[in-house]
């Protein structure tokens, strides 16, 4: 794994560019658009002085431990952390990620705190013609508290919403692995090892 630490970047300007190339690809077919990545993190971190960002490349045991941990291989052989700061004190991080819908991609953040435990999820590109109440703050909120002990799974721990299985269920999965990135590739005390930059 190498990972890559981003500047002191001030406000959101490095983070807006890291992404600027993931918004800007986005379908223009877009059915309903919430936030840009700028806008997501101002709303998660209205206080911190700083946004910054690590890149996370997935070598061989990271890939490993992952698949081990999801179930699953991820779609991804990178990630991008945001990290938000104030003086020293990290205040948080953020994951921009997208999970497949019935037939479209769903992108979607999650704040996390510095010890790894959700405390927002947003939808920001719904793209599917039906189940856009997966952006209601009612399902939003059973997000809030999860940490990586949690199943985060649709039907356990996670309601499902009336005429939205589909999606309710995708979003589960997108935060479920959302912790364990976050919990493998920066929180484990050997993460920072690999890092880079």
Not at 3 to 19: D, I, N, P, Q, Y
């Amino acid at each position: 794994m190498s990972m890559l630490r981003g500047g002191a970047v001030k406000h959101f300007v490095l983070a807006w560019m890291v992404l600027l190339g993931g918004v800007a690809a986005l379908p223009a077919r877009a059915a309903a658009t919430y936030f840009t990545t700028p806008q997501v993190l101002k709303e998660f971190f209205p206080q911190s002085q700083r946004v910054t960002y690590r890149k996370v490349k997935l070598g061989p045991a990271e890939q490993a431990a992952l698949q081990g941990r999801l179930g699953y291989k991820p779609a991804k052989a990178e990630y991008v952390f945001f990290v938000a700061t104030t003086g020293e004190h990290v205040d948080g991080y953020a994951l921009i990620d997208e999970e497949l819908g019935q037939h479209e991609q769903i992108t979607f953040a999650v704040k996390l705190s510095p010890t790894g435990t959700v405390e927002r999820h947003e939808v920001m590109v719904y793209r599917e013609a039906y189940g856009q109440e997966i952006s209601d703050a009612r399902f939003r909120r059973q997000f809030q508290g999860k940490t990586v002990k949690d199943p985060v799974r649709a039907g356990t721990d996670i309601d499902v919403v009336t005429g939205a299985t589909i999606s309710s269920r995708s979003m589960a999965v997108g935060v479920r692995r959302s912790l364990i990135l976050l919990d493998e590739l920066v929180l484990k005390p050997n993460a920072s090892q690999n890092t880079k930059g």
